[in-house]
T-cell receptor
Framework: GAVVSQHPSWVICKSGTSVKIECRSL??????MFWYRQFPKQSLMLMAT?????????EQGVEKDKFLINHASLTLSTLTVTSAHPEDSSFYIC???????????FGPGTRLTVT | AQKVTQAQTEISVVEKEDVTLDCVYE???????LFWYKQPPSGELVFLIR??????QNEISGRYSWNFQKSTSSFNFTITASQVVDSAVYFC??????????????FGQGTILTVHP
């Protein structure tokens, strides 16, 4: 399966600043990656689908201007949380999708804390 | 729209007990995939098992087994002879095969499993 890394693994930022999270597919060229968000003690919710070379598609209720996704290459997708607020504090997890329905590989996650 | 329900919020067992985690799903697709993931305190999701909608054969893989029943839309997961290292949050998930949902996972609420020594 695909090996996926995320950077940073955790980040603390001040309210109003922007934070960029990287998701890298180390051994697979991924045209599609997914971004999920998990609030403390809750389930994972899909935020958006990152498509290489095209615009990301966002799930209902997710602000696309706040969560900027750039999938500039087949191995890298970035999620930028703009003007972060404490309510954006969460665990962000990316996944690489191989294109086959049952093959999705997750990164280790990034824990964001906004103070 | 698809939905996954894990009615058990928390389960506590003593080591070596068997434990079954329940999962009920809803989908309009005839083709879909079901998964179980484990999330230890580190946060990283660990893939456990998957099953597609055309294969209701139940199997055993080591200490893990699952019971997939389309008639009741259930996909239950059993850990035999539980160990302390099995303590984690377990998620059931669904992926539909068709349309715009292809590849996207819908997760259940999760079940916190605590195995006591």
């Amino acid at each position: 399966g695909a090996v996926v890394s995320q950077h940073p693994s955790w980040v603390i930022c001040k309210s109003g600043t922007s934070v960029k999270i990287e998701c890298r597919s180390l051994d697979f060229q991924a045209t599609t990656m997914f971004w999920y968000r998990q609030f403390p003690k809750q389930s994972l919710m899909l935020m958006a689908t990152s498509n290489e070379g095209s615009k990301a598609t966002y799930e209902q209720g997710v602000e696309k201007d706040k969560f900027l996704i750039n999938h500039a290459s087949l191995t890298l997708s970035t999620l930028t949380v703009t003007s972060a607020h404490p309510e954006d504090s969460s665990f962000y997890i990316c996944s690489v999708w191989t294109g086959v329905a049952d093959e999705q590989y997750f990164g280790p996650g990034t824990r964001l804390t906004v103070t | 729209a698809q939905k996954v329900t894990q009615a058990q919020t928390e389960i506590s067992v003593v080591e070596k007990e068997d434990v079954t985690l329940d999962c009920v799903y809803e989908t309009r697709d005839t083709t879909y995939y079901l998964f179980w993931y484990k999330q230890p305190p580190s946060g990283e999701l660990v893939f456990l098992i998957r099953r597609n909608s055309f294969d209701e054969q139940n199997e055993i893989s080591g200490r893990y087994s699952w019971n997939f029943q389309k008639s009741t839309s259930s996909f239950n997961f059993t850990i035999t002879a539980s160990q302390v290292v099995d303590s984690a949050v377990y998620f059931c998930a669904l992926s539909e095969f068709g349309g715009t949902s292809y590849g996207k996972l819908t997760f259940g609420q999760g079940t916190i499993l605590t195995v006591h020594p």
